[in-house]
């Protein structure tokens, strides 16, 4: 399978051809699926939608790999190891898969819509999702929203103690790609668990 076929622009993804990122990534998925017998008949019907760089803390960058929504259960069957060997592929840099979602703006007077906005295209409904496929492999235990005294907004999200150990490394890239797509500011922490 080409590179190009690796890349389907779903409708809220760049209309324009891909760029270096994106081709990276295709040519990744491409590479593993003809080299890793065992990843090879997963992989095969997978296609990305975009890719995106973002800068992480402390001068590192991660990945954004978007995919389309309906490959999205594919794509959670083998992420933990796609994940690993895209890592292995573009060392020092962390790689996310967060499927690319459309958010529809709330109906006014004026619009013209004809059916009611379904509640999974609604902007907090898109935000909750983007964080759950962040974290994928772990799960989300709890949040917190912290409003400071200038009305600033901090959510702490706290994740499943037991992928402490594996997802650790990773905590600053989440919280950096969460603001570039939302614009909310996020601290991702794992409960401290009382040991007597």
Not at 60 to 80: G, S
């Amino acid at each position: 399978m080409s590179v190009q076929n690796k890349i389907l622009r779903t409708a809220n993804a760049p209309a324009g051809p891909p760029d270096e990122i994106e081709t990276s990534v295709a040519q990744a998925l491409v590479d593993l699926e003809n080299n890793v017998p065992e990843l090879k008949a997963e992989l095969r019907p997978l296609q990305i939608s975009a890719a995106r760089e973002v800068d992480v803390k402390g001068g590192k960058k991660a990945i954004v790999v978007f995919v389309p929504v309906p490959q999205q259960k594919a794509f959670r069957k083998v992420q933990a190891r796609l994940t690993r060997e895209l890592e292995k592929k573009f060392s020092d840099r962390h790689v996310v898969f967060i499927a690319q979602r459309r958010m529809l703006r709330k109906p006014t007077r004026t619009s013209r819509v004809k059916q009611k906005r379904p509640r999974s295209r609604t902007l907090t409904n898109v935000h909750e999702r983007i964080l759950e496929d962040l974290v994928f492999p772990t799960e989300i235990t709890g949040k917190r929203t912290r409003v400071s005294v200038d009305g600033s907004k901090l959510l702490r999200v706290f994740l499943d103690a037991k992928d402490a150990t594996s997802l650790e490394y990773k905590l600053d890239s989440f919280s950096s790609v969460y603001r570039r797509l939302t614009g909310k500011d996020v601290v991702f922490e794992f409960p401290v668990t009382a040991s007597e």
